[in-house]
T-cell receptor
Framework: ELKVEQNPLFLSMQEGKNYTIYCNYSTTSDRLYWYRQDPGKSLESLFVLLSNGAVKQEGRLMASLDTKARLSTLHITAAVHDLSATYFCAGDTGTASKLTFGTGTRLQVTL | KAGVTQTPRYLIKTRGQQVTLSCSPISGHRSVSWYQQTPGQGLQFLFEYFSETQRNKGNFPGRFSGRQFSNSRSEMNVSTLELGDSALYLC?????????????FGPGTRLLVL
């Protein structure tokens, strides 16, 4: 059974700083996803990572995948307040229809 | 393309009642999955429907059921509601190609059981 762990659970960072969120998973995952959730809102898809060494970037966010270490990272560069949200990673074991989510990382960017 | 829609957005029920939630996937998407989100348990997979058939099921009691119609719209039903069923229920439809399939989530139905 796939298990997904994220850390940290909560991250308070100043604007302009860099930080990384870590996502470890327990068994082979066919894909690794990153989602963003604003308070009271739904989940917004950020990245889908498929293969070892995959790196994707969108704005100040960059996600990478190391399948050998069963580790994905979400790196935040020069944080801005608009990035404040909860970030989830998730894995799947086949059909991309049954996702197993991590606990989420609540990111708070302060001035 | 319109996104995933869910109705109703908010619902208040009392213990013992039953509830039906509805989800319309993105046009052309045939797979619909349901998730429950609570502060204590996080995001948990309920079930997935594809071509009117349940293809995957999570670890929830039989009080939670669903179905899918020929137009891919899906409903989930919770019978004999318990206080612990209070949650945000999210529906997602699957799309994408080349192995990069992903799930696109609707706005959710927030259910409060009193």
């Amino acid at each position: 059974e796939l298990k997904v762990e994220q850390n940290p659970l909560f991250l308070s960072m100043q604007e302009g700083k860099n930080y990384t969120i870590y996502c470890n998973y327990s068994t082979t995952s066919d894909r690794l996803y990153w989602y963003r959730q604003d308070p009271g809102k739904s989940l917004e898809s950020l990245f889908v990572l498929l293969s070892n060494g995959a790196v994707k970037q969108e704005g100040r966010l960059m996600a990478s995948l190391d399948t050998k270490a069963r580790l994905s990272t979400l790196h935040i560069t020069a944080a801005v307040h608009d990035l404040s949200a909860t970030y989830f990673c998730a894995g799947d074991t086949g059909t991309a229809s049954k996702l197993t989510f991590g606990t989420g990382t609540r990111l708070q960017v302060t001035l | 393309k319109a996104g995933v829609t869910q109705t109703p957005r908010y619902l208040i029920k009392t213990r013992g009642q039953q509830v039906t939630l509805s989800c319309s996937p993105i046009s052309g998407h045939r797979s619909v999955s349901w998730y429950q989100q609570t502060p204590g348990q996080g995001l948990q997979f309920l079930f997935e429907y594809f071509s009117e058939t349940q293809r995957n099921k999570g670890n929830f009691p039989g009080r939670f059921s669903g179905r899918q119609f020929s137009n891919s719209r899906s409903e989930m039903n919770v019978s004999t509601l318990e206080l612990g069923d209070s949650a945000l229920y999210l529906c997602a439809s699957k799309g994408g190609t080349g192995g990069l399939e992903t799930q696109y989530f609707g706005p959710g139905t927030r259910l409060l059981v009193l």
